[in-house]
C-alpha cells in the first residue's frame, strides 16, 4: 500500500496515525483541543517528534481536559517544566494553559469550537495537496492571535485543519486518497 511520502513507514504510530486519524474528520471538541495543543508543540519540531511524546503529553495534561488545564497553577508548571518525557518548553507549556481559557472563551461564544471554525470554513472540505498555509489558515491564524493564542502561526494552524479533517491532503498516490475523498466520516472521539 502506497502513503503520503512523508509517512515514516518504520514508526507505527506514525503509520497509525496517517491511516485511521490524520485527515479524517473529527470534530469532537476535546479532539479539537487535543490537537491544538499538540499542533502548537510541535512549532520549530517535526510531528513525528510530538507524535512519539503523544501518550506521555497526555498523561501529563490531564487527559487534555480543558478545564483542568483552564486552572493549571504554578506547582503544574514546575512540575511539567521538570518531567523529561514530554517536550519541556516552558512558553509552550504557558501558551497552553492560556490557549486554553481563550478555546473556552470561544466555546462559550459560538457553542462549539467547530462552530467557531465553521464561520470560515461553511462547514465546507477543502481538498488540496503540497501547501503549507493557505488563505484559510492565514484568517483563523490572525483571528486566533487577535483572540490572544499563541504558537498559532498560519502554517501551525494549516497543519491543525489538515490533522482534523478541514484540508485533506493525502496525495493522489496514497491508498486513502479516494476513500477519504469519497467516504470521510466523521470520528467518534470518547470524552472520558
Known amino acids: 500500500m502506497k502513503r503520503c511520502k512523508w509517512c515514516n513507514l518504520k514508526n507505527k504510530l506514525y503509520v497509525d ?15 479539537l483541543f487535543e490537537m491544538l495543543v499538540l499542533e502548537s508543540f510541535q512549532a520549530g519540531l517535526s510531528w513525528e517528534c510530538v507524535l512519539n511524546k503523544r501518550e506521555n503529553l497526555r498523561k501529563a495534561f490531564d487527559d487534555f481536559k480543558l478545564e483542568k488545564i483552564c486552572n493549571y497553577d504554578d506547582e503544574k508548571i514546575q512540575q511539567l ?36 471554525l465553521k464561520c470560515f470554513t461553511n462547514g465546507k472540505i477543502i481538498y488540496e495537496t503540497n501547501k503549507t498555509s493557505s488563505e484559510l489558515s492565514d484568517t ?49 472521539y470518547d470524552e472520558n
Open 17 to 31: 496515525y496517517h491511516d485511521k486519524e490524520w485527515g479524517r474528520q473529527n470534530f469532537n471538541d476535546k479532539y
Open 81 to 116: 517544566l521538570k518531567d523529561r518525557n514530554i517536550i519541556r518548553n516552558k512558553l509552550k507549556i504557558m501558551s497552553t494553559i492560556n490557549n486554553s481559557k481563550i478555546f473556552k472563551d470561544i466555546q462559550n461564544e459560538y457553542g462549539t469550537f467547530y462552530n467557531y
Open 140 to 188: 483563523i491564524s490572525s483571528d486566533l492571535r487577535k483572540r490572544g493564542m499563541k504558537f498559532v502561526g498560519t502554517t501551525i494552524i494549516y497543519s491543525y485543519l489538515q490533522a482534523i479533517g478541514i484540508i485533506n491532503s493525502h496525495e493522489k498516490e496514497c491508498f486513502l486518497f479516494n476513500n477519504t475523498n469519497q467516504k470521510n466520516k466523521i470520528l467518534q
